[in-house]
């Protein structure tokens, strides 16, 4: 069975459950001094089984399901059979350490949601293949063209910070998404400028 889809239901049902269910929110969602104080080393993972409410679930799910079974069959074929389920949870880690590192001091800190390893499946995606059309909000554009506009805009957003969003873990998901696709698999940083020379 595919693992993008294996990783999709569990998120689901965890979500849904923790909907109606703040104890299970408590016991997964990231908080900074449960890990610094009380080793649960387990939140940075479990924190993206979680989400805010229905549509950020949908989004973060519906994004996996079309560019991580894509994914899937590079980290599989490179790692063995559950090479994308291991970078999947590395990007729960990568995106979320740096607020957590910078917030392990702070009890009022608290993140959730699968935005980071999904930004990050979304730039591995553009690196194989950038000049791919992909659609927002039914408006079609070249995947390189998003992943410059969505960098801008998510590093503007984070200067504001006007918002409950972690637009950090989206940047350092993306960041993580790509380097961990050339260390793995260097000949794909090749193609990619090869590919951006020839749009």
Request: glycine letters at 6%.
């Amino acid at each position: 069975m595919s693992s993008t889809l294996v990783i999709i239901a569990v998120t689901c049902i965890v979500s849904i459950m923790a909907f109606s269910n703040a104890e299970l929110v408590r016991q997964l969602i990231l908080w900074p001094p449960a890990i610094s104080r009380d080793k649960q080393y387990y939140r940075l993972v479990s924190y993206g089984l979680i989400h805010a409410d229905p549509m950020h679930l949908f989004f973060n799910m519906f994004t996996l399901y079309f560019f991580g079974r894509m994914m899937e069959q590079l980290y599989n074929a490179v790692l063995g059979p559950f090479g994308f389920v291991l970078f999947y949870a590395g990007a729960l880690v990568a995106s979320i350490l740096p607020t957590y590192l910078r917030n392990r001091g702070n009890s009022r800190y608290h993140s959730l949601g699968a935005s980071g390893a999904v930004s990050a499946t979304l730039f591995a995606f553009i690196l194989l293949q950038p000049w791919a059309k992909i659609l927002v909000f039914v408006v079609p554009m070249p995947a390189i063209l998003f992943a410059v506009l969505y960098v801008v805009y998510e590093f503007w957003l984070e200067r504001q910070g006007a918002d409950n969003v972690n637009h950090n873990a989206h940047l350092w998901g993306a960041a993580y998404g790509v380097l961990f696709t050339i260390i793995m698999e260097p000949r794909v940083l090749i193609l990619f400028f090869a590919q951006l020379t020839h749009p």
